[in-house]
């Protein structure tokens, strides 16, 4: 939903903002320790590798910062986002004063690190439900202010993106339906302000039942039971019209296969977000 020059600048703002709370602000002498030790002209050579197999994400906002913000270190990379790299490859090569290398390394290696186990946790997802036809998801459960980032790198690792936020598409949930008192006012509203294009959240087949009947067309089914989901899809060889299925709630690394194989359209998970364990990549002075 946002397109790649968009989401560059907001990594770069993300990025300068990291960096000033390494430096206290963004004094680029606040580097004690180097400012210390380290004489002004010293040039060297560093080196960015990751220490076990990931899926790559972000280093073409690290190339695009670095050309804006650094632009007296040289840097190069062979490597593009959605690469899958084996241990120790080289993910940037960065030449210049060292004390501006040293300067950006935590930050720049935070940022790589988070979005790309984020890409590496969401491709062992994909992987588990290749050979069927369902699609993963992935869900506004993420990092706060990061949303943007982090459905990047799950696009990344191979998930389509669900709604960006409560703007661009009507999803109906559980709480909605609560709040206008049951599945069947629901329905009546819907149809009394002639909403066409909505996803709907049921709970129990006979929610299903009803919307099918009432004529929605993109059923999201929330915390169900596997018999329950198989039940559910089964019913839409009664129906002529195109009818999409979403499963949700409770889906993790473990189960997704078992789920991947009742039908659905989509499975949207927040795991790919929230639960992605961060992967080793590091600085090397060479």
């Known amino acids: 939903p946002v397109g790649d020059q968009k989401i560059s600048k907001i990594a770069t703002r993300k990025l300068i903002s990291e960096l000033k709370d390494d430096l206290g602000g963004i004094n680029l002498k606040n580097d004690l320790t180097s400012k210390t030790l380290l004489p002004n002209s010293l040039i060297g050579r560093a080196i960015i590798t990751n220490r076990e197999k990931i899926i790559l994400c972000g280093q073409s906002f690290l190339k695009d910062f670095l050309k804006q913000k650094f632009p007296m270190l040289a840097f190069k990379s062979k490597y593009s986002d959605g690469n899958e790299l084996n241990k120790s490859s080289i993910i940037l090569e960065i030449n210049g004063n060292v004390k501006f290398i040293l300067l950006i390394e935590r930050t720049i290696l935070n940022f790589v690190q988070h979005l790309s186990s984020i890409s590496t946790y969401t491709r062992k997802f994909v992987k588990k439900i290749g050979g069927t036809k369902t699609k993963l998801l992935d869900t506004r459960k993420t990092t706060t202010g990061l949303r943007v980032l982090e459905k990047y790198a799950t696009k990344i690792g191979g998930a389509q993106n669900h ?7 009507l999803l109906i949930k ?52 596997p018999n329950e989901i198989k039940n ?16 949700s709630g409770g889906i993790n690394h473990d189960n997704i296969n078992l789920y991947s ?14 639960s992605a364990k961060s992967v080793d990549i590091g600085l090397d002075i060479i």
């Open 174 to 225: 559980d709480n909605h339906i609560k709040l206008l008192g049951g599945i069947d006012n629901t329905l009546n509203i819907i149809k009394k302000k002639k909403i066409k294009k909505y996803i709907i959240e049921c709970d129990s087949y006979v929610q299903v039942q009803k919307c099918l009947k009432f004529g929605s067309n993109y059923i999201l089914l929330d915390n169900m039971s």
């Open 261 to 274: 194989n009742l039908g659905s359209d989509f499975i949207s998970s927040s795991k790919i977000t929230n």
């Open 232 to 247: 559910c899809i089964n019913l839409k060889k009664n129906f002529k019209r195109k009818i999409l299925f979403e499963i």
């Open 163 to 169: 709604r960006q936020g409560l703007y661009d598409q």
